[in-house]
Antibody, heavy 114, light 113 residues
Framework: EVQLVESGGGLVQPGGSLRLSCSAS????????MHWVRQAPGKGLEHVSA????????FYADSAKGRFSISRDDSKNTLYLQMSSLRAEDTAVYYC???????WGQGTLVTVSS | DVVMTQSPLSLPVSLGQPASISCRSS???????????LNWFQQRPGQSPRRLIY???NRDSGVPDRFSGSGSGTDFTLKISRVEAEDVGVYYC??????????FGQGTRLEIK
């Protein structure tokens, strides 16, 4: 059974940093491009970042460029999103998603507030 | 970026009645391999999105056959033949043809009238 379990969310002050993790199981993690998608409270879905399998190339939404860094550890079947210089508008549930968008994690809530 | 435009944004439907959601893209979603990477998702209240339909018209495993997807090029439709109470939620279309970035429609909120 495919499972994606996010962790690392929480309350952080503006300008602060947070690292999200996504632990994957039930499939060959190293074979898949992986994505982060976020959803602000009461809003729609936004594709934030992606990393291809073999870690070769990465993508960032304009809203994340220069502040977020995506990475993966295939030996640990884990996806990461390092977020810095956080702003109030980064407040959202962050979902880890397998390529194809067939499997989503339960999401982890990031709240940026003083 | 490809813009995905859904209509309507709010869809009140009586139980047992059909429902239809439109999704239009700002450019053709036909990829060079001949596939059209247009997906539909359902997000029930308090839950993660769930993929219902992939590549325009293919239902995911476990998705009731009252859900169907159709369309081509830039115009796509999700239809529910007879709405049930469990269908309440927000529905999103998503294109994966021209990425990055992946782009989603604004979402259509389905409620029971």
């Amino acid at each position: 059974e495919v499972q994606l379990v996010e962790s690392g969310g929480g309350l952080v002050q503006p300008g602060g940093s947070l690292r999200l993790s996504c632990s994957a199981s039930g499939f060959t993690f190293s074979s898949y491009t992986m994505h982060w998608v976020r959803q602000a409270p009461g809003k729609g879905l936004e594709h934030v970042s992606a990393i291809r399998n073999n870690g070769g190339s990465t993508f960032y939404a304009d809203s994340a460029k220069g502040r977020f860094s995506i990475s993966r550890d295939d030996s640990k079947n884990t996806l990461y999103l390092q977020m810095s210089s956080l702003r109030a508008e980064d407040t959202a549930v962050y979902y880890c998603v397998r390529d194809g968008f067939d499997f989503w994690g339960q999401g982890t809530l990031v709240t940026v507030s003083s | 970026d490809v813009v995905m435009t859904q209509s309507p944004l709010s869809l009140p439907v009586s139980l047992g009645q059909p429902a239809s959601i439109s999704c239009r893209s700002s450019q053709s979603l036909v990829y060079s391999d001949g596939n059209t990477y247009l997906n539909w998702f359902q997000q029930r209240p308090g839950q993660s999105p769930r993929r219902l339909i992939y590549k325009v018209s293919n239902r995911d495993s476990g998705v009731p056959d009252r859900f169907s997807g159709s369309g081509s090029g830039t115009d796509f439709t999700l239809k529910i033949s007879r709405v049930e109470a469990e269908d309440v939620g927000v529905y999103y279309c998503m294109q994966g043809t021209h990425w990055p970035p992946i782009t989603f429609g604004q979402g259509t909120r389905l409620e029971i009238k």
